[in-house]
């Protein structure tokens, strides 16, 4: 009896950090050849003892497969890492966190060197890793042939969500996602501070706020809705006039209970500025542009 057994691509993983040995792992389990480097070569033990093959040297591990990921600190960790490996031929995928402009200059980098290049920006943390329903994915950007060759691989790991040919998209998005994320935590840690000194149980807020929040979130779209049309006072339900009247109420509010409305502030004082350049009959959209220099 013949047996058909699909080979899988084999893939080289430089980075053995806490989100590098999740990656690993589930290459692993999936039945990839895997072989590993990193600096500190001690983090590689586990994985060999797992199957991995663990190179001596950056550019041995690069040498040995023709996918290659890299998973480091940042990005010039993922320079001297890369330095003095020979790319020529490589796919090398980049799921280190970095700006923009980092993978534009990282892309123009492999490009010469004759590798074709995918950054990627990880939406997990690594217990997310390899759990489907966990929903975690990987934004990526820059070549989509690479992509498109390796979708299956790279899918091990995570989703993916391409999001263009311009290599800096996919940290855009990264961090467009994670500035929105660093507002609601802003928000949330105004609101626990507000109860703090009250007898009232922080586990007694926390699902009242989780809830609000899921429940406020669906606005997004009707602001994307508004950024799209050029007019911001399309479905507005909430007037910025009504919401700059309610203002001083949250200051005091945060005064009262003895609150620096050092986060809140800010916020409200565009909102202020919008409702002054005539912005009144609009919700919050008109607040985005005043960001924009
Ligand atoms: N962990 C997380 O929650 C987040 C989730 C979203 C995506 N991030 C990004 O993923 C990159 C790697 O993160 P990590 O969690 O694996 O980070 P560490 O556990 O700190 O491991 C760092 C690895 O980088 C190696 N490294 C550092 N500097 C250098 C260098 N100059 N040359 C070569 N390698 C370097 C380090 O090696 P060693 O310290 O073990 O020798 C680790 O392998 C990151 O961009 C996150 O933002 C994770």
Redesign the pocket.
């Known amino acids: 009896m013949t047996q058909n057994v699909v080979e899988k691509t084999p893939v080289t993983l430089l ?6 040995t999740a990656l690993a792992r589930t290459w692993l389990a999936a039945g990839h050849p895997l072989t590993v480097w ?3 070569p001690a ?1 590689a033990a586990p994985l060999a003892a797992e199957g991995a093959k663990a190179a001596d040297s950056a550019a041995e591990a690069v040498a040995a497969n023709a996918l290659v990921v890299v ?4 990005d ?2 993922v320079q ?2 890369l330095a003095g490996t020979d790319l020529a031929g490589r796919d090398l995928v980049n ?3 970095g700006t923009p402009a980092q993978a534009r200059d990282r892309a123009a980098w492999a490009r010469e060197r004759g590798a074709r290049y995918l950054d990627g920006g ?1 939406m ?3 217990p997310m890793i390899g759990v489907e329903e966990a929903g975690g994915y990987v934004f990526y950007s820059g070549s989509r042939e690479l992509l498109e060759e390796h979708r299956e691989t790279l899918a091990v790991p995570a989703g993916t969500v391409y999001v263009g040919q311009d290599a800096g998209f996919a940290a855009l998005h990264d961090v467009a996602l994670l500035s929105a994320m660093y507002g609601m935590f802003a928000g949330a840690a105004h609101a626990f501070a507000l109860i703090r000194k009250e007898d009232i149980d922080p586990t007694s807020l926390a699902p009242l706020l989780a809830d609000w929040l899921v429940a406020m979130a669906p606005a997004v779209h009707r602001t994307a809705d508004q950024l799209r049309s050029g007019d911001y006072t399309q479905g507005v339900v909430s007037s910025l006039t009504m919401q700059v009247a309610g203002a001083p109420g949250f200051l005091s509010t945060a005064e009262q209970q003895g609150v620096s409305p050092e986060l809140l502030s800010p916020y409200f004082a565009l909102m202020r500025r919008r409702l002054a350049e005539g912005g009144g009959e609009e919700d919050l959209t008109g607040v985005i542009d005043l960001l924009v220099r």
């Open positions: 980075g053995l950090g806490a989100m590098g990193n600096r500190t983090r998973c480091l600190l940042d010039s960790s001297d890492a799921l280190t966190t990880i997990a943390v690594p």
